[in-house]
């Protein structure tokens, strides 16, 4: 196995800046195992390691390279919760299965800390995250959001005033905090890479550059490439919105979205932790949010622009730094030194979409853009349900999803219509 340099990847700080890992060969011929996984993210990857712990033999079939698509060039934030608010999830599955749901979400955030200490991943794990309000309405929705996972979910999380959230983050934008010092942030690709080299570590098989071109189910499913299959009792479907055509009873669940994430360039020690003193990653609540933290090397990490049409916007590093300067004055002058992009996937309610088609083919999708903690639950969930444990994922399965509306030629430009409303009420109320 050869070593290859991580600018392999897409371009972006996370790449140039990875630790160097193994290439893994193309699937070429017929290979078995108990379990063939579609996609090396971070679902794919867990459910891939939980398995091999447990004594499976697994196979890991990626199109590019392992972590290439969302899971190595994300934000970064690693926060409990799902992609709709709890509400939400209480009212599509009742309060007690709710409350069961939130507390696994906590599992998937420990989870990444434990795999970071047992399997000595250089994550650059950094604690805390704030969710920030800008005018008073957000105020409202955050106090509320508190006393919510207070009193129905045994989650106390403590409000900062403007003076409080001051003292930790000198910008003069946000009114308040909801402050979590357990969740926190760290370096996707590094992170992804580490769960891999743990999974090959185990016994897994990772096979790169080989896009699945057709699956084939039965008593054992067979995952087909250009050169070669993959055949297993069962089958997991980790590739998200990269995905299109392999189970098309999933496609038309999920809506592929471009997010952005931008680095400046070195800003110093001094000037960085001038910016955000105790190191937490940030992101307000708007629509169209933006989020932000250091990295390790006291860049800003600066995320601030979605694309509902998956279309990058114009000048899109000119956009960034503007939205970056409205967040910090202070940094109107400093330049993006990289900017970089990719699909996640979201579903129509923004929850979870797992489960499964037939007897023996798993799947995980539907992240909506909250999917670091989240993916590696999923993974671990799955890997359950193959094992014989299903109470889980049935569970998730319960959740209701929807097609998104208007087929295949006309689901893009009614999202695209909707979202532009949605930031027209963030710019006015």
Known sequence: MTVRSPAAHVDSWYSRSATPAPEHPRLQGRE??????????????????????????????????????????????????????????????????????????????????????????????RDGHAHVAIKPRHIDELKAWQDDLAENYGYALPWWDREQLRAQLDS????????????????????????????????????????????????RAVLRTAQGEAEGAFCVLAGNALVHGIAPEL???????????????????ALARSLVRNDMAVADINWALDYFRLSADHRLLFGGRASYSTLPPPNLAGTMQRRMARV???????????????????????????????????????????????TGLAGRIVAEAIRGQAERLDAFAKIPHRDFPGGRALRTPMLVAAMAWFKLRDALW
């Not at 496609?251 to 020690?269: F, S």
């Open 32 to 125: 078995t195992a108990d379990v063939v996984i579609l996609g090396a993210g971070l679902t794919g990857l867990s459910a891939a390691l939980e398995l091999a712990q447990a004594g499976l033999r697994v196979i890991v079939v990626e199109a590019r390279r392992v972590g290439w698509g969302a899971s190595g060039r994300n934000g970064g934030q690693v926060i409990f919760g799902y992609g709709c608010e709890q509400p939400k999830i209480a009212a599509l599955v009742g309060p007690a299965l709710a409350r069961r749901m939130f507390d696994w979400s906590l599992e998937g955030v420990r989870l990444v800390r434990e795999r970071i200490a047992t399997h000595g991943i250089d994550a650059h794990w």
């Open 172 to 219: 003069p934008r946000y009114l308040g905090a909801l402050f979590d010092p357990a969740s926190g942030h760290l370096h996707p690709l590094n992170y992804t890479l580490g769960l891999a080299r743990a999974a090959t570590a185990a016994g897994v098989r990772i096979f790169e550059h080989s896009p699945v071109v057709s699956l084939t189910r039965g008593a």
């Open 251 to 269: 496609d038309d669940k999920i809506m592929p979205v471009g997010t952005y994430v931008g680095a400046t360039a070195p800003l110093g020690e």
């Open 328 to 374: 910090f004055p202070q940094l109107r002058d400093v330049k993006f030194e990289s900017v970089w992009g990719g699909l996640i996937d979201i579903s129509l309610n923004r929850a979870p979409h797992w489960g499964r088609l037939g007897d023996n083919i798993y799947f995980a999708q539907g992240f909506s853009g909250h999917g670091v903690a989240a």
